[in-house]
């Protein structure tokens, strides 16, 4: 239920950087019923960040769940009399964001009648999938004195994961979702999709059935928030080769077992020798120079690309490509083609060489 305590109430920063992660003045909320616009943005911006997050999980795209958080508040604020305060605001609002996820989910259809590689879901069956920034993520509140949300580790967000429950059925989904990641009670998830308990306890076992038999696997550092050492150094190494153009040494950092996919396509690469070809083939064609920028999305390493053409004077954002690594080598390669995601991680769309150089150690905030 909604606290009872009473706290000082401030007028709302929309802003995400300056979330006030404190409990919810009850009379916030009790304004916000009433219809009072500016307690209803406080609690907007209370929960913004994390409904986001759970609608990406959802759905796996993150510019479509920019359109379900817009949807779902749009519902709470038009709908907000259904509002009864015996769950809290919370629990009422992942109800709204959940089944305004359905909605979308209705209308999914997978790629391809084969969605999965010796057990793992290949991503060119779920193309939508979009990368999520790190420094997003953080936003996510860490703890509160009653522990609203849970800090986004490795094993929650990254891309496997996300590509592997795609394959769920949409109620199944929202409730591993719901209890397994964000630990709602079976009687706040039952509240939140509207459904019995044993129906949610039904649901969920079966999910986490069929996630065992199709293998899913995090990575061996499922808890961490942060890039590892091993995986900035390996980072480090394929941006050397990248910028040097030594498609030899990119070589040498894949695994027998790697795999490259290229989206908005869902061109799919598997086994070294098929992805080394096309590495060699890209660099027969190549006309110009790369510029490669250590970034992290999904709690994984990743790096933004930028390409210099021999008859421009600037490097032009070409694609953000996330990596799962291994053994201390590339077991996975995302490449999203497209200069509009680099607006996410606050990067430009042009370099010059000055500018460049600027960004030469984010490897090394990455650990």
Not at 10 to 25: F, H, L, N, V
Not at 129 to 140: F, G, K, S, T
Not at 181 to 205: G, H, P, T, Y
Request: include cysteine; charge should be negative.
């Amino acid at each position: 239920m909604a606290s009872t305590q009473v706290l000082e109430y401030r007028e709302p920063d929309i802003e995400m950087s300056g979330i006030d992660r404190s409990p919810i003045d009850a009379r916030v909320i009790s304004a916000f019923r009433r219809g009072d616009e500016s307690a209803f943005a406080a609690v907007a911006a209370r929960f913004r960040r994390e409904l986001h997050v759970h609608c990406y999980r959802m759905l796996g795209s993150f510019d479509e769940a920019e359109d379900l958080v817009q949807e779902t508040m749009l519902r709470a604020w038009r709908y907000r009399h259904t509002y009864q305060g015996r769950a809290s605001v919370r629990t009422w609002l992942y109800r709204v964001a959940t089944n305004t996820c359905f909605d979308r989910v209705g209308q999914r259809v997978l790629v391809g009648e084969d969605t999965r590689s010796e057990g793992a879901p290949l991503y060119s069956a779920v193309p939508w999938i979009q990368p999520y920034p790190d420094a997003l993520l953080d936003e996510m509140p860490e703890s509160t004195p009653h522990a609203e949300a849970r800090a986004v580790t490795r094993e929650t967000i990254e891309l496997a994961f996300l590509a592997t429950i795609q394959l769920l059925p949409a109620k199944q989904r929202a409730v591993l979702l719901l209890r397994d990641v964000m630990e709602f009670s079976a009687a706040e998830a039952a509240d939140i999709l509207e459904d019995s308990i044993a129906a949610v306890n039904s649901a969920l076992q079966r999910a986490r059935t069929t996630l065992k038999q199709l293998k899913h696997r995090p990575t061996e550092t499922v808890l961490s928030r942060r890039v590892s050492f091993d995986e900035t150094v390996l980072l480090q190494f394929l941006m050397d080769a990248q910028q040097r153009g030594d498609v030899d040494r990119i070589v040498e950092l894949l695994r027998e077992d790697v795999r490259m996919t290229l989206f908005p396509d869902g061109m799919t690469w598997e086994g070294r020798d098929a992805v080394a070809a096309e590495h060699y083939r890209l660099k027969a064609q190549s006309d110009g120079q790369v510029r490669s920028i250590a970034i992290a999305a999904n709690r994984q390493p990743a790096v933004a690309i930028y390409v210099r053409r021999l008859d421009d004077t600037l490097f032009r954002a070409w694609a953000v490509v996330l990596l799962a690594v291994q053994d201390a080598k590339l077991k996975e390669i995302a490449t999203f083609v497209s200069p509009a995601l680099f607006a996410r991680f606050d990067l430009p769309l042009t370099l010059t060489d000055e500018a460049s150089r600027r960004f030469d150690h984010r490897a090394e905030e990455l650990l």
